[in-house]
């Protein structure tokens, strides 16, 4: 029981443009959501995070949004580097826990 | 800091012989996780500690994982016996629930192993 997918194993984008990433989850205690980029052979690292209680989270190019309703967040990488270039990870918390879990991941791709 | 450490980086090893996986979390770190990576299952959740003590172990495949933390500098996960199924990449994570963002895990290298 997947609780929490990405559905878009890869995507291509050009360098300088817009990468949006996409997540759903089906389960509507979690409240707390975290993305984690990987490259090859090492460790997943955080990325950016978002509370239930906020719909918008900005680190520089970095964004998340959270639509409740739709239990769906996407990750926007603006403008994207050929250094983004990694897998991204959704994760979710529940109950502001510890226990994380994640999706399958998305491997990014920018081409300069 | 060194971030987490975790050893060894690949084991190969036959089927039926034990595995002893290491990881040294980052000093200060009072939560302890050990992950899975496998293409079937992706990023799963095995067990965590917090100050030491197993707080959740129901991601443990079965009675041949097992997992310690002797003190807050080490953990240890094992299988024995080891299967070819079990091969996957091995991550642990540590995380400080003392600060604000006690979320974000830090994970390390992994360690991938393959049993023949």
């Known amino acids: 029981d997947q609780q929490v997918k990405q559905n878009s194993p890869s995507l291509s984008v050009q360098e300088g443009r817009i990468s949006i990433l996409n997540c759903d989850y089906t389960?509507?205690?979690?409240?707390?959501f975290l993305w984690y980029k990987k490259y090859p052979a090492e460790g997943p690292t955080f990325l950016i995070s978002?509370?239930?209680?906020?719909d918008k989270n900005e680190d520089g190019r970095f964004t998340v949004f959270l639509n409740k309703s739709a239990k769906h967040l996407s990750l926007h990488i603006v403008p994207s580097q050929p250094g983004d270039s990694a897998v991204y990870f959704c994760?979710?918390?529940?109950?502001?826990?510890?226990?994380?879990?994640f999706g399958a991941g998305t491997i990014l791709r920018v081409k300069s | 800091d060194a971030g987490v450490i975790q050893s060894p980086r690949h084991e190969v090893t036959e089927m039926g012989q034990e595995v002893t996986l290491r990881c040294k979390p980052i000093?200060?770190?009072?939560?302890l996780f050990w992950y899975r990576q496998t293409m079937m299952r992706g990023l799963e959740l095995l067990i965590y500690?917090?100050?030491?003590?197993?707080?959740?172990d129901s991601g443990m495949p079965e009675d041949r994982f097992s997992a310690k933390m002797p003190n807050a500098s080490f953990s240890n996960l094992k299988i024995q016996p080891s299967e070819p199924r079990d091969s996957a990449v091995y991550f642990c994570?540590?995380?400080?629930?003392?600060?604000?963002?006690?979320?974000?895990?830090?994970f390390g290298p992994g360690t991938r192993l393959t049993v023949t």
């Open positions: 994570a540590s995380s400080s629930g003392a600060s604000g963002s006690r979320y974000e895990q830090y």
């Open positions: 389960n509507s205690m979690f409240d707390y």
């Open positions: 978002i509370s239930s209680i906020k």
């Open positions: 994760a979710a918390s529940r109950n502001y826990g510890n226990k994380l879990v």
């Open positions: 000093s200060g770190h009072d939560y």
């Open positions: 500690f917090n100050n030491n003590v197993p707080i959740d």
